[in-house]
Structures are given as structure tokens and as C-alpha cells.
């Protein structure tokens, strides 16, 4: 699948469920209102539309959430989609987790295929933790990444920069994930979804003078390492670690684009940051014995996928750049 701009569309990022027992406080609202369950494409359902995506070219597959590993039975649909690396056909099989799950199913993951992780931790103080999650437990995720290690999987970091809340820890998060052997990526605030009494411009950290003020302590050497996301790496010389950036606001990541997202309800996304979608859930539920018309959808959309997205957080722009949570469009 090659989009208007010659960019090769291989990773496909898709939510499995909006829910999560955590509520960020850049993320969602406390009070969340999720999707009733027929709305939510079955894990029959996912299966189909994944491979879909696979027949058409992508290599790499991502499932998110929400919380991914909350959804019940999620161990089937990894099971069922390990297949395609048995086959080649997928390259590589992935997961965005909070982590809360990790203790009870890192073991089946490897041995189902996945290799690695990516567990979202904003801060090592726990009642900071606690503060930023609502209800998460800083503990429990730890012993997640200890189950993950054990495991055998790589693991990487993601900390989203709160000004005011969490700049104050990043050489502690790199010395830890120095010590444990972690990747460590820091990300800039997204203005998506309606947080509730959360500012969106009290929280916007500029990682550019994130990197600045860190390469004071440490020696950022540029690497040319790449996930298949958007990440820019350097080399933490005194750790050894890999430390990325992303940066959808400073500096945007748009020219080398080449994902794409499925919601829990099955809209496909060509852009993170724009409101253009296609429903996939209605030739999926409409041709149950033939994949013509969900595959005809898909080439359709891709054929519409942006140059880029349009986020701005600036005191004219504090609210969201679009209306849908990152919990429903998937990490």
C-alpha cells in the first residue's frame, strides 16, 4: 500500500478495546464514558481485519488500547495472529501496555511471538504515580517489567513530559532504564480528546529544551536506530541506553509517516492528528465470507492519507485538536 506521497503504509497500530483501569490525566477524563460492547469489533472480528491488513503489505503489527491486555480473551486474538509470524508474512508483533497486566502475561507473549514492549511510566515516585494515573500502582508495574524481563522481552519506557509534574525526573528515568537495560522514550503532550478540568497548555513541555537542559548531564550521541515508529534516538554515552524523542508538536515526524490506526470499533485513521476516517466495521460485518469490499475500503483510505497532521498547543489552541481520546485512536 503506497499512499499520495510515495510513503509505503507497513505498521498498522490497532486499539482492541477504549478501556483501561487507568485515567491519565493526559489522556482521559476521570469519569469516562466507554462504548457498549456491540459497538466494539469482536476479537473474530480484529483477527479478520488484521490479516486483511497483512495480505496487503503490513509488516509490523501493534495492538493498543486503552489497555490492551484488560480486554477479556485478549490472549486469543495475539494466539490467532502469531500465525502470520509462523509464516513470515508479519514481521514483527507488538504491544502498548500500561503495564498493570504484564505481571500475569508477559511469559504467553513471548511465547506467542511478541519480542517487545512498550509500558508507559511517567514517573518512579509512587504517590506521584498514583496522582498521574488516578488509580494505577506503580509496584504492580514493576513487577510487570520484572515478569517481562524474565520473559525475555524488550522492553521500552514511554513518559509523556507534564511541565510542572515530571520534568524533574528524566535523568532519574535514564539512569534507571540505563540499570535495567530499558529503552526510554519521551514524548510532547497531544491535544486529543477532552481531559476534563486538565489545561493542555499547563501540561505542554517543548522537548526540544527538554533535550537542551539534558544534554547539560549527559552526551546525547545521534544514532540512526528506528522502530518503525516516530521516535528520533541518541545514545546515552554514560548509560549505553537508547533515549527517544517524539516530538508531534516542536518538530514533527509526518515526512517518514508510514502507520496507520484502527479504532476498537473499526475506524481506520490515516492521521493521528486529523478528523478524515473510514469505516471498516461495515464491509466487515456486511461480508462475512468475502474480504473484497473491506479490502477495497482500505485502498480507498489509503488513498486519502494527509502530508501531516495540524497539532497546535498554544494559549489560542488549549483544547483539543481533535475531539476523539487517544484511549479510543490507540497509542
Known sequence: MIDPFGRHIRYLRVSVTDRCDFRCVYCMAEDMEFLPKREVLSLEELDRLCSTFVRQGVKKLRLTGGEPLVRRGIMQL?????RHLESGALEELTVTT????LARYAAEL????????NVSIDTMDERKFAEITRRGSLPVVLQ????????GLQVKINAVALKGVNDGEFDRLIGWCGVEGFDLTLI?????GDIGGENRLDQYLPLSMVRADLAQRWTLEDIDYQTGGPARYVRVKETGGR???ITPLTHNFCESCNRVRVTCTGMLYMCLGQEDSADLRAPLRASPGDDAPLEAAIREAIARKPKGHDFIIDRRHSGPAVPRHMSVTGG
Open 188 to 192: 510532547e503532550v497531544m491535544p486529543m
Open 144 to 151: 510487570g517489567l520484572e515478569a517481562a524481563k524474565r520473559a
Open 110 to 117: 513471548a511465547s506467542l511471538g511478541v519480542r517487545r514492549v
Open 78 to 82: 495475539f494466539r490467532g495472529l502469531s
Open 243 to 245: 533515549l527517544g524523542f
Open 98 to 101: 500500561n503495564g498493570s497486566q
